[in-house]
């Protein structure tokens, strides 16, 4: 069985196009808020974390209603092109409200931009989870990880992408001194990238084909679906599954509490406890991803002949190892050096052999008319994280010390490798032991 490299990279467009706005997103609105229309940290913060807090609701929800849609182009694509159409026309309004205000200041531009602001966060959640649940939707279950590796890859393309058209369009020597920047040639260009992407998306997966010929080829192994008949001709998660479909999500509310501990507070506790600028910090946190997008399909590869949950639990111990390695070295040294960039690298080698095979092992334990909602279990769990552990982390450093950011974030790992522990199900691996053994050898 060989997964199908070309398609995988064609579905793993619709997530590219979402990376590439979250990462504008995250980079201009809040320079928007704060310059343009000069909010407190306080009120910019609450608005900027609302993505997270609307994801908690909107991701599930759509997921599953997308389980149950049923269209000539499919589950997923509706929601993914409504979504993505809805989002191009918002994203354009938001330069025009800000260059406005910038010429003209007055409050119904100011609630219009925050109004227009909250319609692109629910027309984004419209379509994550659909575009997520394509990937799963058209691969066969032992294939997931390593086409998760791809999707992750995309997602990293779609950062870089935007990264690419910032730094050109936007260097220091046409912004500096200026009051107010004009963003919305970048927000063109960027709406452009979805476009194009979604766009190219839809002209070359038919989702219907491809979803009835992954359905025809799990019909051929029953073993491979974990949903069993009650009796009455519904089919349901046995106990043991749902005890380990508990676990998993609990495993991963407690390694995103760890990660997005760090990478949220890095470049101020780096400020505080070593008394080190924006560049060194932001120079880790980037080996950090890089080190993560270069392990993404050796660590899928890795996942299909070990096993996903064993990659998972060396990625735990590596990333917790890291953590407390970074109390040591930021307590001993008073800057960043080599040997800093090296753990980061690590971090994101870690990172990746967890990320690439969490999601797998969720969708692994629904049966497939359920990917969708499972997907949302699967981002509520992670968004949940997101949403808490900025807030419990920043109250501890300030209350007890900033030097508390790594252990803090290693405790929760280590946490998650003891959820780890009892998740019995999801692996394509352990699946293929009990009577896959056609598939022990998984080479592209």
Known sequence: ??????????????????????????????????????MNETISGVIMAAD???ALFLLPFFGGLSDKTNTKIGKRMPYILFGTGCAIILLNL????????????SPFKMISFV???G????????????????????TPKPLRSKANAIINLMGAVGGIIYLGIAAVMYPNSKTAGLDHVNYQPLFIAVASLMFVAVGVLFLTIKEP????????????????????????????????????????LASIVLWFIGYNAVSTWFTTYVSVVMGQGLGGASTCLLVGTAGAIVSYIPVGIVASKVGRKKTIMFGIILLASCFIAGFILTSIFTS???IMYVLFALVGIAWASINVNSLPMVVEM????????????????????????PIVAGTLMRAISYKVLFPYAALFVALSFVTMLFVRHGDAKVESKRGLEAYENMDD
């Open 52 to 54: 997270n807090i609307l």
């Open 209 to 248: 084909k491809l979803v009835e010929e992954t359905r025809a080829l799990e019909a051929e192994h029953p073993e491979w679906d974990l949903a069993k008949d009650d009796g009455s001709g519904n089919e349901v998660l046995p106990p043991e599954v749902k005890r380990s479909l508990g676990f998993i």
């Open 1 to 38: 069985m060989k997964l199908n490299n070309k398609r995988t990279f064609l579905v793993g467009l619709a997530f590219l196009s979402i990376c590439a706005f979250w990462q504008m997103y995250d980079n201009i609105v809040p320079l928007i808020l704060t310059n343009t229309f000069h």
């Open 94 to 105: 938001l330069p025009i409200l800000d260059n406005s205000y910038a010429a003209s200041a």
């Open 366 to 389: 629904c049966k497939g008319s359920d990917i969708g909602k499972f997907t949302g279990y699967y981002y509520t769990a992670s968004m949940a994280a997101q949403v808490v552990t």
């Open 115 to 117: 109004v227009v602001l």
């Open 336 to 338: 960043i050096n080599l």
């Open 119 to 138: 319609l692109l966060l629910i027309a984004m959640g419209t379509y994550r989870s659909p575009a997520v649940a394509l990937m799963p939707d058209v």
